[in-house]
């Protein structure tokens, strides 16, 4: 069965600074597809950044990247220049491409406080 | 652009009394859609998903149930409510075909007393 760990309950940062949150997750599938949601304190959750299982470069969207390490089972998520409206919970989530495929599994969430 | 609409947005009922929460998509035919709780600062819990009209699947049993009656419309319902399903519900949608992003609406807060 799928499973997904984000063991960070929360993190504080000063603004402009380099944040890592991490998640490690389980699967017997040999592809699959890991991503990175934000939910704001009002609740919305938007999608962040995504890293297919058979990609070697590690993803980069805006000031957001990923840090993938397959034979760790780890995708950690890299916010860099770090800003006010990053504080927000961030989510791991992981989709199996086969059978379960519809299955998408998310950690418990990582809240971040980003300070002036 | 594709648009996903919640509704209620906050509901306050009964232990006992029956609920049903509604999901529509436009702009956006055939969609995947999903249902997913959360507890208070919890983790997202999926429910149910669906991949095309009048075929829901169940992730997990919640003493509830849902349907897809038409192709952009999603129900989540039950005909009685337990104080455990107090929560977050979140309504998704995805592309599929590749695009494996799920799309969410901005919640159902529901309070059971």
């Known amino acids: 069965a799928q499973k997904v760990t984000q063991t960070q309950t929360s993190i504080s940062v000063m603004e402009k600074t380099t944040v890592t949150m991490d998640c490690v997750y389980e699967?017997?599938?040999?592809?699959?597809?890991l991503f990175w949601y934000k939910q704001t304190a009002s609740g919305e959750i938007v999608f962040l950044i995504r890293q297919d299982s058979y990609k070697k470069e590690n993803a980069t969207v805006g000031h957001y990247s990923l840090n993938f390490q397959k034979p760790k089972s780890s995708i950690g998520l890299i916010i860099t220049a770090t800003q006010i409206e990053d504080s927000a919970v961030y989510f791991c989530?992981?989709?199996?491409?086969?059978?379960?495929?519809?299955?998408?599994?998310f950690g418990s969430g990582t809240r971040l406080l980003v300070s002036p | 652009a594709q648009t996903i609409h919640q509704w209620p947005v906050a509901e306050i009922k009964a232990v006992g009394s029956p609920l049903s929460l509604g999901c529509t998509i436009k702009g956006k035919s055939s969609p995947n859609l999903y249902w997913y709780w959360q507890a208070t600062g919890g983790t997202l819990q999926q429910l149910f998903y669906s991949i095309t009209v009048g075929q829901v699947e169940s992730v997990v049993q919640l003493n509830l149930s849902a349907s897809r009656p038409k192709d952009d419309q999603f129900i989540l319902s039950t005909e009685k409510l337990l104080l455990s399903h107090s929560g977050f519900y979140l309504c998704?949608?995805?592309?599929?075909?590749?695009?494996?992003?799920?799309?969410f609406g901005h919640g159902t807060k529901l309070s059971v007393l």
């Open positions: 998704a949608w995805s592309q599929g075909a590749g695009d494996e992003r799920l799309f």
């Open positions: 699967t017997q599938d040999s592809s699959y597809f």
């Open positions: 989530a992981m989709r199996e491409a086969g059978t379960g495929g519809y299955k998408v599994v």
